[in-house]
């Protein structure tokens, strides 16, 4: 974040915050563990008591009692209306019945597609990553794709190394033309800086806010492509007092996610 006076808050807890409020009351949204997960648990904590969380190894519905340390954590289950599979979450997806999912990767350009599988050649690759487990299914089939990453060139890139997981492809009509759902896709992607939608038409990045202390200099610098910007940028909300209560004492009391900003 830029110079600014000293904040009763760090940059996990805010990219946390904000991607909770995205989070509407009795909308489905499959997450895996970490950022997502603390944002979907503050999300049920607050403003979206009805939210239901799945994960992609079967829970449905849990009330989550602590931070899950892998999807297929027993607590992934807890008070949840079903013990599923991971085909069950899949056929959900495709049903058209998961309203968000929130993904990771090691690159992404500006049409949100997202590469988790390699750096480099496909054959001989420099970095090798796990791949995209339900990541391209989830992407493909939910009716919007979010992220909460580091803001910097190598992982915001204008050509990826390999593409793992479908955003907007190369551009408007590319998602339908692949056979892919019309109407999904890439939503909001979070970052240390500031949050960034999708240009409507062009279906670009469009920064939408900055974070306090961010400039627009900040966050191109930190970008390897140019970005489309909204015409009324606005500052990002900080995180409220009962926000910071809740993820700090309920959500993530041992600071495994928030304690690494």
């Known amino acids: 974040m830029g110079t600014a006076e000293k904040r009763d808050y760090n940059a996990m807890e805010l990219m946390i915050c904000l991607a909770a409020r995205y989070l509407e009351d009795g909308s489905t949204v499959v997450v ?4 997502p997960c603390a944002a979907a648990m503050l999300a049920q904590r607050t403003h979206a008591p009805n939210l239901m969380i799945m994960f992609e190894a079967g829970g449905m519905g849990p009330l989550l009692p602590s931070m899950p340390i892998s999807v297929g954590d027993s607590r992934t289950f807890y008070k949840g209306i079903a013990a599923g599979s991971m085909p069950e979450i899949m ?5 058209g019945m998961v309203d968000y999912t929130f993904l990771g990767g090691a690159q992404i350009d500006m049409y949100g597609n997202i590469n988790s599988t390699c750096i480099g050649d496909h054959r001989r690759p420099t970095v090798r990553f796990p791949g995209s487990g339900g990541a391209n299914d989830l992407a493909s089939l939910s009716w919007k794709t979010m992220m909460i990453t580091p803001q910097d060139r190598r ?3 204008p ?3 390999f593409v793992t997981t479908p955003g907007y492809l ?4 590319a998602r ?3 056979g892919l759902p019309p109407g999904t896709g890439p939503y909001k992607v979070i970052t240390q800086l500031a949050v960034i939608g999708f240009d409507p038409e062009t279906l670009r990045m469009r920064v939408e806010s900055l974070h306090p202390g961010v400039t627009r200099e900040d966050v191109e610098r930190n970008t390897g492509f140019e970005l489309l910007w909204a015409e009324e940028l606005v500052e990002s909300r900080p995180p409220d ?3 910071l209560v809740l993820l700090r004492e309920e959500v993530d009391p041992l600071r495994y996610i928030i304690g690494r900003a």
């Not at 895996?32 to 950022?35: E, F, N, P, S």
């Not at 056929?91 to 049903?95: I, L, P, V, Y």
């Not at 190369?170 to 009509?173: C, E, I, N, S, V």
């Open 32 to 35: 895996g563990t970490g950022a």
């Open 91 to 95: 056929e959900a997806c495709q049903r």
């Open 241 to 243: 007092p009962e926000e």
């Open 155 to 157: 992982r915001f890139t």
């Open 170 to 173: 190369t551009g408007p009509g």
């Open 159 to 161: 050509r990826l190394d």
């Open 176 to 178: 339908e033309a692949a």
